[in-house]
């Protein structure tokens, strides 16, 4: 029996049993985004060292798992639309602890691949764009209060789960973290089914041809294109940055302990950057916040083409950490925004596919610029352009009607 009511059109955030909601479904993102995303960056040195595997072996395991996340993004998103989200996010989070528990029996390359295939499906109906789905469905008059809660705890994920999955390396080994980690997701399973509200067959029956025709006006609209070529160029950039600043930054001559240092500091900004958000979001629309915080990224790149040095990576993680933290809430508000509440969970998936897609590309993109010119002065000039590319597109995008 769901703790909220069902008839999910008509709620709003008024009363303790609707935050229960939305701060139940918080915690399970913390805890997906932290065992199924980030903790893999964890666990690749204990398996490089004990399988002998090499970093590259293993790294191409999670860009399978971006890859068909992406794929199922779209689909995850149709269900959503037409059955609500309480059942796949409990299956997929029953099928996160699963995998999980098989991940800590691992013992051949190719079963790694389809294990991390698998887990990219799980991703696909687990993390933000599924949540935001449920949000936007169940709170359709404040689906962006709900929305920044969900992004204000889940930015905590990887403060919170990398020193813990590491903490457990250190005493109970990489295997049985794993066990860990999976008990953790049938936590993630339990808040899904007990609190997200379930979908009536009758209003099943009302969304279907509701939600295609809501799907085919926004797909007929120049807005939803831009959308998709913003998203999928910052998606380039942030795998980018994610995994080429710390060579990046050690070839500008920087010490391993000042690269982490800066580092470091774009998580906190991120979750500053969402808090920024909840404040000025009480004066401008997303439109013009979304549209400042763009335009932060090509000034946050410009500073990497500067000389290295521990004051311009401060620089580079203050002006790339809080518009991080603002974009995550506004990719997830915008949508309904401009193209209504229907369907939101398939178009917010026809967005993410390509986004994903790049996501799961980008480092081996900017890897073979690299390669081919031997320093990272092209991968910083191709991730200006593609900065650029997004704020041109998102202001092409925001600038038009509303639906």
């Known amino acids: 029996m769901s703790a909220i009511a069902t008839p999910a059109a008509g709620l709003d955030l008024r009363g303790r049993r609707a935050w229960t909601l939305v701060w139940g479904v918080s915690v399970a993102q913390l805890i997906s985004w932290g065992t199924l995303y980030y903790g893999f960056a964890v666990l690749v040195v204990p398996m490089e060292r004990e399988l002998g595997w090499s970093r590259t072996d293993l790294n191409a395991a999670l860009s399978i798992g971006l890859l068909t996340s992406g794929l199922c993004a779209f689909s995850a998103g149709v269900w959503i639309d037409r059955n609500g989200a309480r059942g796949l996010m409990t299956v997929t989070s029953l099928a996160g602890a699963a995998l999980l528990a098989a991940w800590s029996w691992i013992g051949a390359l190719w079963a790694f691949y389809a294990l991390w295939a698998l887990i990219g499906v799980a991703m696909a109906g687990t993390l933000y764009e599924p949540s935001f789905a449920a949000m936007t469905r169940t709170f359709p008059r404040d689906f962006r209060r709900a929305i920044t809660a969900i992004t204000l705890v889940g930015g905590f994920a990887s ?211 690299w390669s081919a010119v031997g320093n990272y002065s092209a991968v910083v000039w191709t991730l200006l352009a593609l900065s650029l590319v997004a704020v041109a597109f998102w202001v092409a995008a925001v600038s038009g009607p509303r639906s």
């Not at 939600?211 to 006006?217: C, E, G, H």
């Not at 120049?222 to 710390?246: E, I, K, N, Q």
């Open 159 to 369: 403060t919170v789960f990398i020193p813990l999955i590491q903490f457990l390396i250190e005493r109970i080994g990489w295997r049985d973290a794993l066990l860990v980690m999976a008990a953790c997701n049938l936590l993630c399973a339990l808040l899904h089914w007990v609190l997200i509200p379930p979908v009536a067959i009758t209003e099943r029956t009302h969304n279907v041809p509701r939600d295609r025709a809501a799907l085919r006006a926004a797909l007929r609209r120049p807005a939803f294109w831009s959308l998709a070529v913003c998203f999928t160029a910052l998606s380039l950039v942030f795998t980018a940055v994610g995994f080429h600043l710390v060579p990046l930054m050690l070839e500008g001559g920087l010490s391993m302990e000042t690269i982490v240092g800066g580092y470091a500091v774009i998580g906190p900004l991120q979750v500053a950057g969402r808090l920024l958000f909840v404040w000025l979001s009480r004066r401008f629309s997303t439109r013009l916040i979304g549209t400042g915080s763009f335009a932060l990224y090509p000034v946050a790149i410009a500073v990497l083409l500067l000389p290295a040095s521990a004051l311009s990576l401060v620089a580079f993680a203050i002006l790339y950490g809080l518009p991080n933290g603002i974009v995550t809430i506004v990719r997830g508000t915008i949508v309904p925004e401009l193209f209504g509440p229907a369907a939101y969970g398939a178009i917010s998936g026809a967005l993410s596919t390509p986004s994903i897609l790049a996501r799961a590309a980008g480092p081996l993109v900017m890897a073979l610029i």
